[in-house]
C-alpha cells in the first residue's frame, strides 16, 4: 500500500444501498483527498464551474481493503481500479422496513481504520408497486441530445436551481403513495448514466424538489478530461442495474420510467421480455421525437401485452393513462 496515501485525507464515499433479509446490497468508492460537497448554492457560473471540475477531478486509491461491519457479521472487499467497492450479502437477523444507517471502514494492512463513511441502506415496505425511473430528461432537463446544451446547463447551474419537468413531482409523488399508506410508501430506484461524480448534487436536487427518497444506482466515475463524454454509458451496464433490482425483488411489480434520448426505450423493452411477469407499464417521455416512431415499434415488441405502455410528451399526459389504467385516482 502507499504509504504516502494513508497521510494524506481520504473519502469513503457509501452510496445509499437497499434490499431485504436475504438480498442485500450497498456500494461506494475510496477516493483520496477530502470530501468535497457544495455547500453555498449560487448563480454565479465560476462558482458552479469549479464546484463540478472538482467532481470530476478525483483520485480513487485502488486495491484498497474495504470493511463492513453488519451486527454479528463482518465482510471484506478490495476496491477496483477506479477505486469503487461494493457488498452483496444476507442478513443473519431480521430487519425492519426504512432506511438503516450503515458504516464502511477502509483498513490498512494492519486492520487499522484509515478512513470511515457512512451511508443509509434501505429496505423497501411490502407495497403493491415499486419504481425504477431514469434522472436525466425524464425527471431533471439536461438537454441529453444536445452535448453543448447539456454541458451549459451542467457548469453554470447548481443541483438547487437545474429545473425540473413540468409537473413530474406531482406525478413522482402520485406514484409513491399509489395503492399504498402515506406511511408505507412505494419504493423509487433511480438508474441514470449520470456518473457517481454527481451523486451528492443528484441528492441535493431530489431533496430540494420534495421527489420521493430513493436509491440511485448510477455509473462509473469519470475523470475531467472525460467530461465532454459525461453521461454516456453502455447499454449493458444500465440493463445489468434495472435487472439487479428486479432479481433483488421477485415478488415485486414494477413500473419503468424513462424518455427516449438515448437507449432506455431499448432497455426497457428488454427488460420487459426477460422479466414479464413483474413488469406493469412503461412510461417514456418523448425527448427525441425523431425516435417517435421507433420507441412504438420496441413497445410493439414487447412479448407480454398486458404491460401498459406510454410515450408522452407532457407529464401530465402520463398522469391521465396512469389514472385510466388504475394506478393512480
Known amino acids: 500500500m502507499n504509504k504516502s496515501v494513508l497521510k494524506n485525507n ?25 470530501p468535497r460537497k457544495q455547500s453555498k448554492f449560487t448563480d454565479n457560473y465560476f462558482h458552479n464551474f469549479v464546484h463540478i471540475l472538482k467532481s470530476f ?7 484498497a481493503c474495504v470493511q463492513l461491519s453488519w451486527g454479528n457479521q463482518i465482510f471484506y472487499t478490495n476496491t477496483e481500479a477506479d477505486g469503487y467497492f461494493q457488498f ?13 444507517n450503515i458504516k464502511i471502514k477502509y483498513l490498512d494492512n494492519d486492520n487499522q481504520i484509515i478512513a470511515m463513511g457512512e451511508g443509509k441502506l434501505f ?5 403493491q408497486y415499486a419504481f425504477i425511473s431514469d434522472i436525466d430528461d425524464t425527471v431533471l432537463i439536461s438537454h441529453s441530445v444536445s452535448t453543448g446544451k447539456k454541458l451549459r446547463v451542467m457548469f453554470t447551474k447548481n443541483p438547487r436551481s437545474r429545473k425540473t419537468f413540468a409537473d413530474v413531482v406531482k406525478f ?6 399509489a395503492h399504498t399508506q402515506p406511511n408505507l410508501l412505494n419504493p423509487f430506484f433511480y438508474v441514470s448514466s449520470s456518473e457517481w461524480n454527481l451523486y451528492d448534487d443528484l441528492n441535493e436536487f431530489f431533496k430540494h424538489n420534495q421527489l ?70 412503461i412510461y417514456i417521455r418523448n425527448i427525441a421525437h425523431k425516435k417517435e416512431t421507433t420507441t412504438i415499434q420496441l413497445f410493439e415488441s414487447i412479448e407480454n401485452k398486458s404491460i401498459f405502455v406510454c410515450q408522452f410528451d407532457h407529464t401530465d399526459a402520463a398522469i391521465s393513462h396512469s389514472k385510466s389504467i388504475g394506478l393512480i385516482v
Open 212 to 281: 420521493p427518497k430513493g436509491a440511485f444506482l448510477l455509473s462509473g466515475i469519470k475523470k475531467w478530461y472525460q467530461l465532454l463524454k459525461t453521461g454516456n454509458t453502455k447499454h449493458n451496464g444500465k440493463l445489468m442495474r434495472v435487472s439487479r433490482i428486479l432479481k433483488a425483488f421477485p415478488k415485486q411489480k414494477f413500473i419503468l420510467l424513462g424518455d427516449n434520448s438515448q437507449l432506455d426505450p431499448e432497455i426497457y423493452a428488454a427488460i420487459a421480455n426477460h422479466f414479464p411477469e413483474q413488469i406493469t407499464a
Open 57 to 63: 477531478s478525483i483520485k480513487p486509491i485502488a486495491d
Open 10 to 34: 481520504v473519502t469513503v464515499k457509501v452510496y445509499h444501498g437497499y434490499g431485504h433479509k436475504e438480498n442485500l446490497f450497498v456500494c461506494g468508492h475510496i477516493l483520496a483527498g477530502k
Open 172 to 177: 413522482y409523488n402520485l406514484l409513491a403513495n
Open 88 to 100: 452483496e450479502w444476507a442478513s443473519e437477523t431480521e430487519i425492519s422496513y426504512g432506511w438503516h
Open 123 to 127: 429496505v423497501p415496505h411490502s407495497t
